[in-house]
């Protein structure tokens, strides 16, 4: 049933897009752009939180002070990602809880990459190098999404993700003119990762099922194969600048279409990984479980303390 | 009213004010139990403790906003919410690709 | 960028005047005088340092543990601003003592590229560490970790504040960068622990039993080294035992105002005639290096 003021209200929302503006929390909005938005965010914020997991597995051991404090530094920042992105997410009208329920229930997913182990020191670079770098490229064109609160959320986080993304180089590149035991670490780091990172922009286009409706709603600007591609034309030449060999002997220029042929992943591995059977899902959000249900007795302290303070603002003494 | 599920810390909007001579601006969000917290976490958030700047915070739920457009008489005043829907929506299981 | 604890601002180069002597990672001293002042000790002054560089070296790494393990994110990036703090002082001091006195450092192969610092981090064995055991232990829950920091910091803030007038001025410089950080650090720990103590009747029980673990511990912090003797003698250092009253009362006002008895566990005792100082340290330090010295070792010739 559409009544009068609601075709209004459309007409407005869709011209606000046509003149590519943002939409801002107050203004209607269709259910179903919505639920898009809230889905999208909500697995972005996710796979910031969870991402914090493979690499904080590193922060103990990390072989030296300074790569001690850039990890650590750089993980805390993740967390700081994810919570813009809830924040984001909630001028939705949902809540951080809510999400983090849905996430640790298995209701809301998070990007897949993050389902592989990390094994060896290396990891943590290649993590910032290839990983970062695919998100950078998923990102960037993000902060022009039609959604005021995404995109502002956007921008601060991709700020921070390229120094993500080039101390991660630094490192390999570090590693690379080390020892050979360390050149082989790295090789050995970057063929694992290679086929999860081209996953990470989603199967393509003839498969993806959110695509088109998003794109037409402005909260993608760019389909799942373009910045794939985009992203392997940006890292070969930095495999090259680096020494190792990306594992894809398929990997060519092709003068034609002015860009890179590229060996497409295992997108069965893929559907698996997401659906559930990846190497470490169930780790991943063990871990999230344990700490959300390991804070909850802190956090209803907080709250049941500031309750306190509310109703006895001037009492200083002892409550026992 | 915060329409914050039982047990959730409220939300705070947090406002910083870069260098003297500045305004404050509004820089994000953040969850509290209370108002001394919330000044502290936006600190520690915000402005990684950046000595000089000053910070505001205040409850989400505490501010009152203009509708989107006052206007138009077709928008009636939309209430005094920051954001225009605070009920939770069920998302749908089936959530492929990031 | 001008986050004061920004691990990344190195890799950009860009001058930087929140640190203490810029930041350099190749080279924390880089470019700082390090001539000992007339009548310091080198070897005294090293092994001051390496207390104070190690204390905060392994706290840092007990709290960094708490990454994606805090009770909300609020809390992870407060807690890992703590544990970057004194990342950042352990780097400091432990490019101290080596400058001081070389000898402390560890031997490596031939050609090892590994910085001074990073070798007395990584390649010394648990009873090398002159770190007190009550920084050590696991962290236990979020009250333990609470109670820790607060003693800890409240002992160190008074430490830094003295040690500003350091005649050593590479050791005062870190104790004035340090004192503005610390002070942060005890008002959060001072804010959970009233917090807790006052909150739920689960949080009270945990927050006394936090400070039950930690408490037996917290004397070894004002026990006055050898070291510390010297160093106090020679003006480079702070005695330890004069600090007790003043951090006492400031224990007293939060234990106050959190409604919170004085623990009344006795303390723990040394090992032999030694403790953390002397190298004589818990079972928790030889884990917590065996983990944290793994890939360093595995490495000894690596860059990083």
Same mark, same amino acid.
Request: with cysteine; charged share 25%.
């Given at each position: ?39 999208? @965010? ?6 910031? @939180? ?53 996430? @640790? ?21 290649? @993590? ?193 | ?98 | ?304």
């Amino acid at each position: 049933m559409t009544t009068a003021p609601a075709q209004a209200e459309e007409a407005s929302f869709e011209a606000t897009l046509a003149r590519h503006d943002r939409i801002e929390p107050r203004d209607w909005m269709p259910e179903r752009y919505r639920a898009t938005l809230v889905r999208q @965010i909500a697995q972005h914020a996710h796979s910031e @939180i969870i991402g914090m997991q493979p690499e904080g597995a590193w922060i103990t051991r990390a072989p030296s002070l300074r790569r001690k404090a850039i990890l650590l530094a750089k993980v805390q920042d993740e967390a700081g990602h994810g919570l813009y992105l809830y924040s984001a997410c909630e001028t939705l009208g949902v809540s951080r809880q809510e999400l983090t329920e849905k996430l @640790i229930e298995g209701k809301q997913k998070y990007s897949s990459i993050f389902n592989y182990p990390t094994l060896s020191y290396a990891d943590v670079g290649t @993590i910032g190098w290839l990983v970062d770098g695919a998100a950078i490229c998923n990102q960037v064109p993000l902060c022009r999404t039609s959604y005021g609160p995404y995109g502002r959320a956007m921008i601060r986080v991709c700020k921070e993700e390229s120094f993500h993304q080039r101390q991660g180089f630094e490192l390999l590149a570090t590693m690379m003119r080390g020892t050979d035991a360390q050149r082989a670490m790295v090789q050995e780091s970057v063929d694992r990762f290679w086929w999860p990172a081209l996953m990470m922009f989603g199967p393509p286009d003839a498969d993806s099922s959110h695509t088109a409706q998003s794109m037409a709603w402005g909260i993608k600007r760019d389909t799942n194969d373009e910045l794939r591609q985009k992203f392997v034309d940006m890292t070969v030449p930095q495999a090259r600048a680096l020494g190792v060999t990306l594992p894809d002997p398929d990997l060519v220029w092709n003068d034609e279409k002015g860009g890179h042929d590229f060996t497409q992943p295992d997108w069965a591995e893929f559907r698996d990984v997401v659906s559930g059977s990846g190497p470490c899902n169930a780790q991943r959000v063990a871990h999230r479980r344990r700490a959300h249900e390991d804070g909850a007795w802190v956090r209803e302290a907080a709250s049941a303390f500031a309750r306190r303070q509310q109703q006895e603002p001037q009492q200083q003494e002892a409550v026992s | 009213m915060s329409g914050a599920p039982q047990g959730e810390w409220p939300l705070y909007e947090v406002f910083v004010r870069g260098k003297r001579g500045l305004n404050h601006v509004h820089v994000g969000s953040l969850h509290a139990a209370d108002d001394r917290m919330a000044v502290h976490n936006a600190r520690d958030v915000y402005t990684r403790r950046n000595e000089g700047v000053s910070i505001w915070v205040v409850r989400a739920d505490a501010i009152t906003a203009s509708s989107p457009d006052e206007k138009d008489p077709l928008f009636a005043p939309a209430g005094d919410k920051v954001y225009r829907h605070p009920t939770f929506y069920d998302i749908p299981d089936d959530v492929p690709h990031m | 960028m001008t986050d004061h604890t920004s691990a990344y601002d190195g890799l950009l180069g860009d001058d930087s005047a929140q640190w203490a002597f810029g930041q350099d990672f190749e080279d924390p001293l880089a470019g700082v005088d390090t001539t000992l002042a007339a009548g310091v000790d080198g070897a005294a002054l090293a092994a001051y340092c390496l207390m104070l560089g190690d204390d905060a070296l392994v706290h840092s790494h007990r709290l960094s543990q708490w990454a994606s393990n805090a009770p909300d994110l609020e809390e992870d990036i407060a807690l890992a601003n703590i544990a970057l703090d004194l990342l950042g002082q352990a780097r400091l001091l432990l490019a101290r003592a080596a400058a001081a006195d070389p000898s402390v450092v560890p031997a490596l192969p031939a050609g090892s590229p590994v910085p001074p610092e990073d070798a007395l981090a990584f390649f010394r064995d648990d009873a090398d560490f002159r770190n007190v055991r009550l920084v050590e232990g696991e962290n236990g829950d979020f009250a333990v970790t609470t109670a820790r920091l607060l003693l800890f910091s409240t002992h160190r803030l008074a430490l830094l504040e003295r040690l500003r007038d350091s005649v050593d001025p590479v050791l005062a410089a870190i104790a004035a960068k340090g004192v503005k950080e610390v002070a942060y650090h005890r008002d959060h720990a001072a804010r959970w622990c009233v917090t807790l103590a006052r909150g739920t009747e689960e949080s009270r029980r945990r927050m006394r039993a936090g400070l039950d673990v930690v408490w037996p511990l917290h004397h070894e912090l004002f026990r006055t080294h050898p070291v510390e003797a010297t160093a106090a003698e020679q003006g480079f250092g702070v005695d330890p035992a004069g600090l007790a009253a003043d951090v006492d009362v400031l224990l007293e006002q939060v234990l106050s105002v959190g409604g919170l008895d004085r623990p009344t566990v006795p303390p723990t005792g040394p090992l032999g005639r030694g403790a953390g100082r002397d190298g004589r340290h818990t079972e928790a330090l030889g884990r917590m290096l065996a983990e944290m010295q793994v890939v360093a070792r595995a490495h000894p010739t690596g860059r990083w």
